[in-house]
């Protein structure tokens, strides 16, 4: 009562920031639920958080992931590599295209690219992975039939050179090239059939527009 009348006390807290802060960290569960990058909160050599695309990545459930130590799930000729990278975070480096390998649920393995980083407070890592497995299988391809190719390059009998579409310039020779025209291969590169008088300008033109 005051002054001998009843009445009704009330205190007032402005919630606004708490309303924002709340708001913010929907937004973060949500992107990190959604995204389609491998995401995941380690700590203590576990993984605390993962999000759905790292689950369906390896086919585990997540009690699966965050029962274990996630070297658990390291292919064993990669540890070595993770240990050191896990101690450069501990110490406050982050990790930036990392890569090793995790098993999946079936045995399988694939090759994962990490950006991590750690926070010193809590000495939680929060990372974001990307599965490469196809992209390094096409690489290797690359490489595997660019070497066959090569090969086949260098020891042809018959005389090859591989030029730039566009312009002509020889950008490489085999040695029955050398030998057929008389030149050495650090003469011939950089050069045009035409600069070397190998072919005249009318032939050039027409090698040209045949592989345009």
Not at 1 to 15: K, T
Request: proline share 4%; hydrophobic share 40%.
């Amino acid at each position: 009562m005051v002054a001998g009348s009843p009445c009704l006390m009330a205190s007032v807290i402005d919630i606004t920031e708490r309303k924002k802060a709340e708001a913010q960290l929907q937004e973060y569960h949500y992107f990190f639920k959604n995204s389609n990058d491998l995401c995941l909160i380690a700590n203590s050599g576990f993984f605390e958080i993962v999000n759905p695309t790292l689950q369906d990545a390896l086919g585990y459930t997540t009690k699966e992931l965050t029962g274990i130590p996630f070297f658990d799930f390291i292919h064993p000729d990669d540890i070595a590599g993770t240990v050191r990278e896990v101690e450069a975070l501990q110490n406050g480096v982050k990790t930036i295209n990392f890569k090793n390998r995790y098993r999946k649920k079936n045995g399988e393995y694939i090759l994962i690219e990490w950006n991590a980083a750690p926070d010193p407070g809590n000495g939680k890592i929060y990372a974001i992975g990307r599965d490469i497995t196809q992209r390094e299988k096409t690489i290797n391809e690359l490489e595997e039939s660019n070497s066959k190719f090569l090969k086949l390059f260098y020891s042809s009998p018959v005389a090859m050179a591989i030029s730039d579409i566009e312009t002509g310039v020889l950008l490489d020779v085999n040695e029955q090239y050398e030998k057929l025209f008389g030149f050495p291969k650090a003469e011939i590169i950089g050069k045009t059939s035409v600069a070397l008088g190998i072919t005249s300008d009318a032939e050039f033109s027409k090698e040209i527009r045949s592989q345009a």
